[in-house]
């Protein structure tokens, strides 16, 4: 169980988080979500007491990782996989690790072939591959046998291999129980793998919801409706109470209401309709329907979407 | 999967743990060995030199602890860049973050990442003045070996070793960066103490005299002019400054 409660960082005047509250629930994964430079490596950070929050708190297991003597056997986090000294070996890192929280050596080996970082373990981290370094990260997370695990970006230059292995393991590890944090900034990924997501942008929460929650929430019930007579549809629709967006001369977007409605409406005011379609309730869309106003350099939609869709 | 769990330790515990981390950490990478061989090369290697050399004076020999300290004067850099090593290279990779999610107390950390290194390349630095001590000997047998004063230089050697350490420690926890920390220490323990001198000009030989560099070879060699208790206060005040900004550094700043 993590704790995030009214975390806030700021920099000079620039608020990198600002009051994020949520919890992380054991027995599942949990995405966390955000455009780049949203806060999350900054929270995640906070979280583990690399940076020291402007306000608020983070707890683990209801206290503050800066107080525990032996931090890898209640939490395990990969934030950064370059963050090691390339001179040592993979191997030589992880006895490091063990070390300094009074675990066993024989763990080492345990880990590393859990991992399948193999005979690549006595090697020098310098000739790693990212996914190698990725696995690494992994193993010293995995070392203490933690009940949290926290993930940033771990999919991040991986091969389709690799991303699969790291899906099947946080479901592994979330459904022995443990409490999962995976942070990414790509939907796609996260409606593969996560259960509940905290969508944050800007530095502030968004969405603290089940997957499904989102899916079939803001932005999933947005209709597109082309008509030559935008103008009469626009005011039989606000008759009726409804909010239209006016997308060009042709189009209007509708929020709130499924196709029929729209339909309806058109019909009863003799309108003719040209096209009418629902928006698909992807994850995608509902993602950026939650963070659009609030990506930080955000300047055109194509630069969003590249954003997001890589 | 299964990791025994025993009660946390004690303040005592933790401390020896994570020295045992920062043990493993230093001979773990190859600059540690590196910095040693060039140590030993330097150390041994003049005073064997100094000892062949003075053969050749036919006055009375020199005592042969002065091989170990003439030697430790430049050996000592080889020294401070392997405690420098052993602190900087975390702050241009990230590592940092890693090793204090594996030891988030800071002031655990601090105390093993000052005294683990320092105190290596001390006992290193004594161990290696020693040999050079012997090595001139061997090579000039006409010089005086006693005992009470071998022990003595070796105090000062320690002491000396033991004060640039914790300069090096300090500034690299400080300036984060193996470059402007190695810079740092090279200035006042080197480069100002001996060109400040140079231009005989009266304030700027004062101001010489009071920088590490001076007071660590006036207790190896005896000289510029100064007292062991100035020496000893210019040594105590640089190396509690450098020691005491870096613990501010390890402590209160955000880790990388």
Redesign the interface.
């Known amino acids: 169980m993590v704790q995030v409660q009214g975390l806030t960082k700021q920099y000079g005047s620039v608020l990198a988080v600002d009051d994020v509250t949520f919890d992380v629930e054991p027995g599942k994964v949990t995405g966390f979500l955000g455009p780049n430079g949203a806060g999350k490596s900054t929270t995640m950070r906070m979280i583990l007491g690399l940076d020291r929050p402007t306000r608020g708190r983070a707890l683990i297991g209801g206290r503050r990782l800066a107080e525990l003597g032996e931090p890898l056997r209640e939490v395990g986090a990969l934030l950064d996989a370059s963050a090691v000294q390339p001179g040592r070996t993979g191997r030589d890192h992880l006895r490091v690790a063990a070390r300094s929280n009074g675990i066993a050596p024989g763990r080492v080996d345990e880990v590393i072939a859990e991992v399948g970082l193999g005979p690549a373990a006595r090697r020098r981290i310098r000739g790693y591959s990212l996914g190698m370094r990725q696995r690494l990260g992994i193993a010293a997370a995995l070392l203490g046998d933690p009940a949290v695990l926290l993930f940033d970006e771990p999919m991040n230059g991986l091969d389709l291999d690799g991303v699969r292995w790291i899906r099947r393991l946080v479901r592994e590890l979330a459904d022995e129980g443990r409490t999962v944090l995976l942070s990414s900034h790509l939907m796609s990924e996260m409606q593969q793998t996560a259960d509940h997501l905290v969508i944050i942008g800007r530095g502030r929460l968004i969405a603290d919801a089940s997957i499904e929650q989102v899916l079939h929430g803001e932005g999933a019930r947005q209709v597109r409706v082309r008509t030559p007579a935008v103008d009469r549809l626009e005011r039989a629709l606000a008759r009726h109470g409804l909010q239209a967006r006016r997308l060009d001369d042709r189009e209007l977007l509708v929020e709130g209401v499924p196709a029929g409605t729209v339909g309806d409406v058109a019909l009863a005011a003799g309108v003719a309709v040209h096209r009418l379609a629902e928006e698909s309730s992807s994850l995608e869309q509902a993602y950026l329907a939650l963070t659009g106003a609030s990506v930080e350099y955000g300047t055109a939609d194509a630069a969003l979407t590249g954003q997001v869709l890589p | 999967?299964?990791?025994?769990?025993?009660g946390?330790?004690g303040m005592a515990?933790?401390l020896a743990?994570?020295a045992?981390?920062e043990w493993?950490?230093m001979w773990?990478?190859?600059?540690t060995w590196w910095c040693l061989l060039a140590a030993a090369v330097t150390v041994v290697g003049l005073g064997l030199t100094f000892g062949i050399d003075v053969g050749g004076d036919p006055g009375g020999a020199p005592p042969a602890q002065l091989a170990g300290e003439i030697a430790v004067l430049p050996g000592q850099f080889a020294l401070l860049v392997l405690v420098l090593l052993a602190v900087t290279?975390?702050y241009a990779?990230?590592?940092?973050?890693?090793t204090?999610?594996?030891?988030?107390?800071?002031g655990v950390l601090l105390a093993a990442r000052v005294g683990m290194p320092v105190a290596v390349a001390t006992a290193a630095g004594v161990l290696l003045a020693l040999a050079a001590d012997l090595a001139a000997w061997a090579a000039q047998p006409r010089m005086e070996l006693s005992f009470p004063a071998l022990a003595g230089s070796l105090g000062s050697i320690a002491i000396v070793l033991l004060a640039g350490g914790l300069l090096a420690v300090g500034a690299g926890l400080l300036l984060r960066s193996t470059a402007g920390a190695l810079a740092a220490v090279f200035l006042v323990q080197l480069v100002l103490p001996f060109l400040l001198p140079a231009f005989g000009v009266g304030w700027m030989s004062a101001l010489s005299l009071l920088l590490p560099g001076s007071a660590a070879t006036f207790l190896l060699l005896g000289e510029p002019d100064m007292t062991t208790a100035s020496a000893a206060a210019v040594l105590a005040v640089w190396s509690g400054g450098a020691l005491a900004a870096g613990a501010w550094s390890l402590l209160?700043r955000?880790?990388?």
């Open positions: 999967m299964s990791v025994t769990r025993t946390e330790p515990g933790l743990r994570a045992a981390a493993t950490r773990t990478v190859r600059t290279p975390e990779t990230g590592a940092i973050g890693t204090l999610q594996w030891t988030p107390r800071r209160r955000d880790a990388a």
